[in-house]
Nanobody, 118 residues
């Protein structure tokens, strides 16, 4: 079954940056043909939509909580979508997921923990 593959999680100090990436290595379909969203979730809370990038890359939307600090982009040649996270704060700590939708089916990454701590 196709599943998105994420990387770039880890531990970072407050105010620092981290870049997440998401790809499917071309398995099953070409990721760059479809919009992709980034989410995060903390225990006890609903999954929060952070950013979405259209298939063409020209349209990007952000949640207010990350607007101005996070940037979503895609490299079509590498079939990869990135989430650049700047000025990270302790309340940004969560499990981060990427998701795309193709033919009304959602494909998720497994999620990776991001910890923000001094």
């Amino acid at each position: 079954q196709v599943q998105l593959v994420e990387s770039g999680g880890g531990v970072v100090q407050p105010g620092k940056s981290l870049t997440r990436s998401c790809t499917n290595d071309g398995f099953g379909f070409t990721l760059s043909f479809y919009p992709l969203s980034w989410y995060r979730q903390v225990p006890g809370k609903e999954r929060e939509l952070l950013a979405t990038i259209a298939s063409g890359g020209g349209v990007r939307n952000y949640a207010e909580s990350v607007k101005g600090r996070f940037t979503v982009s895609r490299d079509k040649a590498k079939n990869t979508v990135y989430l650049q996270m700047n000025d990270l704060r302790p309340n940004d700590a969560a499990v981060y997921y990427c998701k795309t939708r193709r033919n009304y089916i959602d494909y998720w990454g497994r999620g990776t923990q991001v910890t923000v701590s001094s």
